[in-house]
């Protein structure tokens, strides 16, 4: 438990940005899960929908400093692939 009034200030400061963090990295794993099921259920048009909003969220999530922007890089990357794979084989059928 913290003593100084500093190290007070500095407990409640990081429960705070725990909670942001927390919240964010919530936010983007729902919408990476939405746009893994999207590409499960196939339904090729509302899984490109859900990837562009999820995009958006990934990227929101890096420049808030939740996560590293490489990290969202990389994430947004695998998800495209998986998005655009499912187009391909939909337009080979």
Do not use: F, P, Y
Not at 39 to 49: H, Y
Not at 84 to 93: I, L, Q
Request: charged fraction near 30%.
């Amino acid at each position: 438990m913290a003593n100084h009034k500093s190290a007070e200030k500095r407990n409640r400061q990081s429960q705070a940005r725990r909670a942001r963090n927390r919240m964010n990295k919530s936010r983007m794993k729902t919408a990476i899960r939405d746009v893994n099921e999207a590409v499960i259920a196939g339904s090729q048009e509302n899984a490109a929908e859900i990837l562009r909003k999820t995009i958006s969220v990934i990227a929101k999530t890096a420049a808030k400093g939740t996560i590293h922007k490489k990290n969202a890089s990389r994430r947004i990357s695998r998800l495209t692939k998986k998005v655009n794979a499912m187009a391909a084989t939909a337009a080979e059928a």
